[in-house]
Nanobody
Framework: LQLVESGGGLVQPGGSLTLSCAAS????????MGWFRQVPGKDREGVIC????????YHLDSVKGRFTISRDNAKNTVYLQMNNLKPEDAAIYYC????????????????????WGQGTQVTVSS
């Protein structure tokens, strides 16, 4: 499975971005998907994930109500809709895939995800 993120860029505070994670080499139906982010000098942190069944779980309270994850298995793509962006949201965003036993489960810990994209930079600045 290969994952490629896109959609990052520079946005002003309060703006929106939609990140995409396109998969190839396999179909995403069998994978739970997660979005993570990392800033220099800090550990990669889980943002939000979506199970195979489509249920989402937030891993950061700070993004609740602003970020939404969705998946389109027909397009083999997962999305991260980010609204009302704040300077503290600036980071490299990564998507990752996992095959948990439960169809309604997705993990929060980065080490549990075997497959990763290369990341896309999100900068929030005026």
């Amino acid at each position: 499975l290969q994952l490629v993120e896109s959609g990052g860029g520079l946005v002003q505070p309060g703006g929106s971005l939609t990140l995409s994670c396109a998969a190839s080499g396999d179909t995403l139906d069998d994978y739970a998907m997660g979005w993570f982010r990392q800033v220099p000098g800090k550990d990669r942190e889980g943002v939000i994930c979506i199970s195979r069944r489509g249920s989402s779980t937030y891993h950061l309270d700070s993004v609740k109500g602003r970020f939404t994850i969705s998946r389109d298995n027909a397009k083999n793509t997962v999305y991260l809709q980010m609204n009302n962006l704040k300077p503290e949201d600036a980071a490299i965003y990564y998507c990752a895939a996992d095959t948990p036993a439960g169809a309604t489960f997705c993990a929060s810990a980065a080490p549990l995800y075997p497959w990763w994209g290369q990341g896309t930079q999100v900068t929030v600045s005026s």
